[in-house]
């Protein structure tokens, strides 16, 4: 039996098309076995052979025989107003393409956008000091042209419809498969498994779909018995504006991705948030891209194989590989503590130092009262409160209630909330259009949990049940 190679990029596994304006920011784990790294890997794409233009990548990559590549390991294309960045001077000693990259310290607006003609923000995430990289009005409005010739979409905007949609798509109706999409409002799965959109060659997604902006979220991809699995499999239509928010449990699948497994389409303004395990062919982004890719954006962690001589201690090591398989992600940003978020130190007895270890708490009430003039909760002592537990995970909370068409729908959102503070009221806001009347509701809070020092979402989202009561 030939050996096997894992192949990766940060961004996209292999490119004969044409990416443009886009960026990773990911982190690649290295495959190995009995001691010996079986994983090849590049900062944002593996083999070229297309076009790169105004890319970058903010990744950290592992070391391969060959050495290590901050953007591409094979390039047999075009290459133009690219760059990789990495955190010190001394670190780009050690790529072999290091006359393409800069030191944070020196990745500048000034000299950025005038030497690669760029367009973007650069600013210094806090309390980590990690550069980030902000894509603003990265939004794909139709032209006039494209709506005079295709007719009104179908609306999707809750997980039933998704399903249903999806389900059509992969039998091959024409309609689905061929038709025009809008996703009217953020989807959350939470941690449901769904099938690829597009999921062979033989049945792709040849339509348009239109993100509208919005989040698909808590979404498990898994390539059990499949050639490619990405969150659209094979496309050969549109993708825009939507955000994917997933795990990929692709070990068995060849080609693995957490956007798209092989685009023969176009990909505009769209985003990965992504944690992927696989062990073969691997593009964070894209697997294999054929088409156009712009102003698009990953980012997220990719896991290798565990070294042979650990397996004696799984029993030991039974948490730690549960936290692995959903590992901490990059947040688009670091979600600040809101200037009016009214969040109070506690005063517990129970303050511990914050420790490593994978700690998290908080405390809500079973029943939330709610002024119906004003929409303003207020309980004693707290609303929601992050104890002193000695954690390291802040959190942001989010209530939902559920209208009449089963829709989840969001009323409230928090700021971040550190360890050991508390928020004594808030205030409802419910979407335009949605009048909250008197009654008893049972809604639900999620808590999304933040690492206090790095910024990253680490852990499961929980979800809590709550009682709203609106007098």
């Known amino acids: 039996m030939s050996r096997q190679i894992k192949m990766e990029g940060g961004f996209a596994y292999r490119n004969t098309g044409t990416i443009k304006d886009s960026y990773a920011a990911v982190k690649i784990g290295t495959a190995v076995r009995f001691g010996r790294n079986k994983s090849e890997n590049a900062g944002f794409v593996y083999e070229n052979s297309g076009a790169l233009e105004h890319c970058f990548s903010r990744s950290i990559v592992r070391k391969w025989k060959n050495g290590k590549d901050g953007m591409i390991a094979v390039n047999k294309g075009r290459f133009h107003w690219c760059f990789f960045v990495v955190s010190k001077d001394r670190k780009l000693k050690k790529f072999r393409d290091r006359e393409h990259g800069f030191a944070q310290k020196d990745a500048v607006p000034a000299f950025l956008e005038d030497a690669y003609q760029w367009d973007f923000t650069v600013f210094e995430r806090e309390p980590a000091a990690k550069m980030d990289f902000l894509q603003e009005n990265w939004y794909c409005a139709p032209n006039g042209l494209e709506q005079a010739a295709v007719k009104k979409p179908l609306e999707i905007g809750n997980r039933r419809q998704l399903l249903d949609w999806i389900e059509r798509v992969n039998r091959g109706e024409p309609e689905a498969a061929q038709g025009s999409v809008l996703l009217t409002d953020d989807i959350d799965f939470h941690g449901k498994e769904i099938p690829s959109i597009g999921c062979d060659k033989q049945h792709p997604f040849c339509g348009l779909f239109d993100g509208g902006g919005h989040q698909i979220k808590g979404v498990v991809l898994k390539g059990k018995d499949m050639a490619e699995i990405g969150f659209f ?239």
């Open 233 to 471: 499999g094979v496309l050969k239509g549109t993708v825009r504006n939507l955000t994917v928010d997933c795990i990929v449990k692709g070990k068995s699948c060849p080609l693995a991705a957490a956007f798209c497994a092989v685009n023969d389409g176009e990909i505009h303004c769209c985003e990965a948030v992504c944690a992927i395990h696989a062990k073969r062919y691997v593009g964070l982004f894209v697997g294999e891209n054929n088409g156009l890719i712009e102003r698009c954006c990953v980012s997220g962690k990719s896991h290798g194989a565990f070294l042979i001589w650990l397996f004696p201690f799984l029993p030991y090591f039974a948490l730690l590989f549960l936290f692995l398989l959903y590992p901490p992600l990059p947040p688009q940003d670091y979600v600040p503590v809101m200037a009016d978020a009214a969040i109070i130190p506690n005063t517990d007895d129970d303050f511990g130092e914050r420790t490593n270890d994978n700690k998290a708490s908080y405390e809500v009430p079973k029943v939330l009262r709610v002024d119906g003039q004003t929409l303003t909760a207020e309980s004693e002592p707290y609303v929601i409160k992050n104890p002193n537990r000695g954690a390291n995970y802040d959190f942001v909370a989010v209530l939902y209630m559920t209208d009449s068409s089963g829709r989840d729908v969001e009323i409230y959102r928090s700021g971040r909330i550190p360890v050991g503070y508390h928020i004594e009221n808030l205030t409802l806001t419910p979407p335009e259009g949605v009048a909250l009347t008197s009654g008893t509701y049972e809604a639900k809070m999620i808590f999304s949990f933040y690492n206090h020092d790095t910024g990253e979402k680490g852990m499961v989202d929980s979800v809590v049940p709550i009682t709203v009561e609106i007098k």
